[in-house]
């Protein structure tokens, strides 16, 4: 397939007017034109990575069955999601073991729909004082056993460990976890900034949810947050203007720069549901205005889809289009390992593409060089 007359972000992530081919879904810039997409006035992306999305449509995917998994991968591609490393909760241990053996059963079997490229464990060696939305009476500190276990249940599909590093034995378990092949994210921690540079040289390389379940910048006491951005390592970002004021978005993109901006959905069950009470994980939870919260008003996730942050990111929070849609793809994917196929327009790349108008609505997404219907 041919897509013509539009505009493409090229492999520099700078927009052009050029033709794109598609042959055994692989993208190249020559090739076959037998079947042609007139794509006049649209610009095509590539397709979206999110690195950290709990569920949507009304299903979680810890807990989720087979066919619930299917369904989240059904729902997300037309959302322009075209991969994601699917994130567990940190709750009962049953149910994160049989999570990450559903899961990991479905990467090794393949999706319709977006694709699964890993697991993201959001825990358990992360800290009671900094729960979140989480049941702290489920986090453990580090045990390399529990962590075998967690690998073998996977299928070895984990990719990705948020651990707190004030722990002593998380802190002294970052080797083994990276040893194992895991990406180590700093997060859902009160630790200073020290304990976290020391995390750093000890091989962590990325940050979850920066400044959400963390501590904060002081200007005597940087914190978690002060040290991550003081820093060489990516940081997730959630821009759905909710979690962090569009301001900070901003000027966290000025400071680190579009290499180390990794923006996230960190989507719970209920993203892309209306207004209403619902229950996750046994907690009530409340929507409103795009907003979800516990009962106490604490934030629970977002509801807001990944392309739906990546528009706001532009619309409202002054990034660039390019570096916003770099951050949603680029950035993910070279996170996760898989920079060599996903995540840019470019020869031989996977054929994941979203294609949208200048109002920023998705008119076609293109998933292994098929289009979503």
Known sequence: MRLTGGRILNPEFVLEERDLYIQNGRLGFSGDDDDTLDISGLTVIPGLVDLHIHGFGGIDLTGATADGVERVCRMLV????????????????????????????????????????????????????????????????????????????????IKIMTVAPEIEANLNGIPT?????????????????????????????????????????????????????????????ICDGKHIDGRVIRLVYKLIGRERFCMISDDVSTAGMPDGEYVIQGQRVDIKDGTCTLTDGTLYGNVNSLFECVRRSVKDFGIPFEDAVYCASAVPSRVLGIADKKGRIDDGMDADLVIINDDFEIKYVIKNGNIIE
């Open 177 to 237: 976890i990276r040893y194992r092949g895991i990406v180590v994210s700093i997060g859902h921690t009160g630790a200073s900034a020290d304990i976290v540079t020391a995390a750093i040289e000890r091989g962590a390389t990325h940050a979850t949810h920066l400044f959400n379940a963390m501590s904060t910048l002081g200007h005597r006491e940087p914190g978690a947050v002060g040290a991550i951005l003081d820093s060489d390592v990516t940081a997730e970002l």
């Open 78 to 157: 037309k959302c322009g999601v075209t991969s994601f490393a699917a994130t567990t909760l940190t709750t009962d241990a049953e149910v994160m073991l049989a999570s990450l053996e559903t899961l990991g059963t479905a990467i090794e079997k393949g999706t319709n729909g977006a694709e699964i490229v890993g697991i993201n464990m959001e825990g358990p060696f992360i800290s009671p004082e900094r729960h979140g939305a989480m049941e702290k009476k489920h986090f453990l500190p580090f045990v390399e056993k529990v962590l075998d276990v967690f690998i073998a249940r996977s299928g070895n599909n």
